[in-house]
């Protein structure tokens, strides 16, 4: 005879599979060496990181981007200063890993989360193309959703310090990321390459 535990174990959400991650997306854990790390963040912090602005509000992280950077207030792509060589390096990881050509990836932000920062849902404005993320110091989770059938389908990802993400395809056009509160201090390095026309 079943139990009244057998029951309970057996229900649906106990069977129910975790949600595939999108289409599009890889991840890959440890791209950068541990030894490399603290030195990496010791040139990040020395970045004129600013805090985020968004239309008169302003967000608990601390931005800078190089080779172009997007004006939300004019909601057009300007240019912003070159990409140091310090990251120039880190971009031919990025590549690597994305299977890019590295000059493709030619807007890099860096984004600085203090213990409770995060980022609301949001895709990456359509200007850009590819998107590659370097996680630094603390761990975050990535959640997505999309709508689907008067639902939210969801999926997340636990990304680990030194490791590297990739949003193409479905993951970058139809899926909405984004990260709640970090515990501790985190950076992020994303690199992007530009759509064409």
């Known amino acids: 005879m079943t139990s009244q535990l057998d029951l309970f174990d057996r229900s649906t959400a106990a069977r129910q599979p975790a949600p595939a991650l999108p289409d599009g997306f890889r991840y890959q854990p440890e791209l950068i060496e541990a030894g490399d790390e603290g030195a990496l963040v010791a040139r990040l912090r020395a970045l004129p990181l600013r805090e985020f602005e968004f239309h008169g509000y302003t967000g608990k992280r601390r931005v800078v981007s190089f080779g172009w950077r997007y004006d939300f207030a004019g909601a057009q792509l300007r240019q912003a200063e070159p990409i140091p060589a310090f990251l120039l390096e880190l971009r031919e990881l990025a590549a690597g890993f994305a299977a890019l050509h590295p000059a493709a990836l030619q807007q890099v932000l860096v984004t600085e989360y203090g213990p409770g920062a995060g980022i609301g849902w949001h895709r990456d404005k359509a200007v850009f193309g590819e998107v590659v993320g370097i996680s630094l110091l603390a761990p975050c989770v990535f959640r997505f959703r999309r709508a689907a059938d ?28 984004s990260i709640p509160p970090v515990e501790a201090l985190r950076y992020s390095v994303t690199f992007r390459s530009l759509r064409e026309g």
């Open 150 to 177: 008067q639902r939210w389908e969801r999926a997340k990802q636990r990304i680990a310090p030194r490791s590297a993400y990739l949003l193409r395809g479905p993951a970058r056009s139809e899926w909405e990321h």
